[in-house]
């Protein structure tokens, strides 16, 4: 009797411990997948020199379309000429394919010198600006000759231990940066930049997932850029901004104008343009309200000055004439 009671019992428990490697394996096949797809994109891709100068170009004529096609205007996609987000993936990309060190290098620098002019260079026919266009490439110059010492120490991300979390750090903080700043618009004008705020994010992930092993390193990576911007909130804001302005009542000024400001803690007020289209230079120095008074000869004029920082973080000046 024991015997046929014991057999049921075995193939119950058989039954019920297949049900449950099933279920075990369900979520170990999806990962797979997913480490699949991040390894083939960060290691499985062979960039040859021909591959990386076509890939460099293509970077650079699809950057230029986001900036030179009215509908992109203003877009998180056209903010890839302005921002480093869209770059720092691409960078990414090309520091993981690289077997040593100097290639990494190598292979970054080139991409960033023939990319970053290249851009400059399609936009000039369909720019007012013509060739000078090129005045703003200073900062991708310096950018560009950055790159060479920044991929050479990225590419020991590939190692997965500590030391890739502590170089991933100002990579995932640059990011973290980016997102907060730009979250103002999707907050107030949403879903304006929302693709370039989840971006941002969703590459932060991404590098944890790639570029780490275990639990703690993914934890200490994401806490690093959540207590930057935690701190960046809290510290006191300091401004410091020049703006000319126009006064509300027009009024013609001569160079025996003198101004004088109520709190010159608030802000620096002189007169920038004299004659029928008089204009004063407002230097800033804190969110605050002030009064000041132009005294040209006989005449006197007097105003109140609200410097104000708006929902999107822009900084705006308004002045009232004063009754």
């Not at 076509?54 to 890839?80: E, N, R, W």
């Not at 990225?154 to 907060?180: D, E, F, H, R």
Request: charged share 20%; glycine share 4%.
């Amino acid at each position: 009797m024991s015997k046929h009671k014991e057999e049921p019992s075995k193939k119950a428990t058989k039954k019920l411990s297949k049900q449950k490697a099933e279920k075990v394996e369900e979520p170990t096949e999806e990962k797979s997948k997913l480490r699949t797809i991040v390894d083939k994109l960060f290691g499985g891709i062979n960039f040859t020199w021909p591959k990386l100068i076509l890939f460099a170009v293509g970077a650079a004529v699809l950057t230029s379309i986001f900036l030179i096609v009215p509908i992109f205007k203003d877009t998180s996609f056209a903010k890839m000429g302005e921002t480093l987000e869209a770059w720092i993936f691409l960078a990414i990309i090309i520091i993981a394919n690289s077997k040593k060190p100097l290639e990494s290098a190598l292979k970054t620098f080139v991409f960033f010198l023939i990319s970053q002019p290249l851009i400059y260079l399609i936009q000039v026919p369909f720019t007012w600006q013509g060739w000078g266009i090129f005045q703003y490439y200073k900062f991708w110059f310096i950018l560009t000759l950055c790159t060479f010492p920044a991929a050479y120490i990225g590419w020991y991300i590939k190692k997965k231990n500590w030391l890739s979390v502590v170089i991933l750090m100002p990579i995932l903080i640059l990011l973290a940066v980016i997102a907060q700043d730009n979250s103002k618009h999707v907050i107030y004008e949403f879903p304006h930049l929302l693709i370039m705020v989840l971006f941002c994010v969703g590459q932060i992930l991404l590098y944890l997932y790639a570029f780490t092993k275990d639990i703690p390193q993914k934890i200490v990576g994401l806490l690093a850029p959540i207590v930057v911007i935690v701190a960046m909130l809290f510290m006191p804001q300091t401004v410091d901004f020049s703006t000319t302005q126009f006064l509300p009542d027009n009024p013609s000024l001569t160079e025996n104008a003198v101004i004088t400001v109520d709190n010159a803690d608030v802000a620096e007020i002189r007169v920038s343009n004299t004659g029928e289209n008089s204009t004063i230079l407002v230097r800033a120095h804190a969110y605050s309200s002030t009064s000041f008074v132009i005294k040209d000869g006989d005449k006197e004029y007097r105003y109140d000055i609200n410097i104000y920082e708006d929902n999107l973080g822009v900084s705006q000046v308004d002045i009232t004439p004063k009754e």
